[in-house]
């Protein structure tokens, strides 16, 4: 049996994550809504729809990375391009690329989920990892400068991980939304 359209649309509802960050969570209910409202208007949503946060959306909400033809970036691959090179490439290698002590996250991210993406960030891991022995992977959720840029860090190594932005600083991006500024400033004094 093939699933009809209104199985799809219950898939995509249920969207708030269950133990997520409170940051998370606030950064996660725009999509939410507006999955839920367009899901219920029977729309087909456009993949480059913009959210209230000022991010680009996938056709289920999740944030996602935008890049024109001439390679200009959104803001948010951007931002999270100089993120990632902040408070990540020190163990998981230039551009996600890897390192011996942490996995490449241009690979990883092809088959995590954002949601999966945000726990491990949030709350560390600890497994097998890679090469030395008792790698671990922090728990980075009490650090704003990593919490408070968690979507742009996301939507800069989907981005890697598609193949959709080569290695290196993009050269050309979009004006930073207001909406980001806001972001911030409210992320930042609530630390
Ligand atoms: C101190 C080193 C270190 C830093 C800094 C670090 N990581 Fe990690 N990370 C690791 C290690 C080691 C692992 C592998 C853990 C394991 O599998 O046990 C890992 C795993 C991950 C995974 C899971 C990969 C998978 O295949 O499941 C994600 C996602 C991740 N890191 C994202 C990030 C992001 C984003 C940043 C920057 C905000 C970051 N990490 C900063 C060391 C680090």
Known sequence: MSPGLS??????LPRIPAAAH???VRTRI???ILCFVLAGAGIAVLAQQKNDDGKYVDDKGTPTYHIATDGTVDWFTYSGYRRYHSDCHVCHGPDGEGSSYAPPLAEAMKTLTYEQFQEVVINGKQDVGVG???VVMPALGENANVVCFLDDLYIYLKA??????????PAKHEDKPKEADEHEKACFGQN
Do not use: I, Q
Not at 160 to 169: I, T
């Open 132 to 134: 030395t022995a008792n």
């Open 22 to 24: 409170s940051f998370a």
């Open 7 to 12: 199985t799809r649309a219950e898939v995509a």
């Open 160 to 169: 890697r991980a598609d193949g959709a932005l080569p290695r290196g600083r």
């Open 30 to 32: 725009p999509a939410a």
